[in-house]
């Protein structure tokens, strides 16, 4: 199962790597070894501060979101629960599996009972035909992009 990483530069001041040249040089940052999912999938919160809506959070994942890779997402969705609103910006999701669908329709479940809403903003393609195949697109207010969710002001669930 992959996890979310959050990369530090770090600085070398060991000896060279046999090769006679020292990576990154000592006190120049170098990359720390990442896990392997990280390349494959991260979760950005893009934020609730003054540019954004009050009670209003926006996640962004970026990449593949699938089996192995879910537990991030699982993560931002649970730390976020109590806002008023989670808008999921999707313009940079590559794929979604049933996995992270299901947690997608999860998360909503979890917060229409407190009349909070999670909403999609730039689906893509493939990922916005596996919305359109199963149905999911009717469930969820789906918007061209993240400006026009925040513009939108509708107060309920309902697409």
Known sequence: MGSAAVKEPVEHTGPADGDGVEPGRSGVPVEPPTPPDADRFHVEI??????????????????????????????ALEAHAGAERVVV???????CDSTGLNALLRARS???????????AG????????????????????YEDVGEALADARPGNRP
């Open 46 to 75: 893009v934020g609730t501060g003054p540019a954004r809506k009050e009670g209003t959070v926006v996640l962004a994942p970026v990449g593949e979101l699938d089996y192995d890779t879910v537990a991030p997402f699982l993560a």
């Open 89 to 95: 910006d999707c313009s940079r999701l590559l794929f």
């Open 110 to 120: 979890r917060v229409l009972p407190a009349g909070g809403r999670l909403d999609l």
């Open 123 to 142: 689906l893509r393609p493939p990922v916005d035909r596996m919305f359109e195949i199963t149905g999911a697109r009717t469930v969820f207010r789906v």
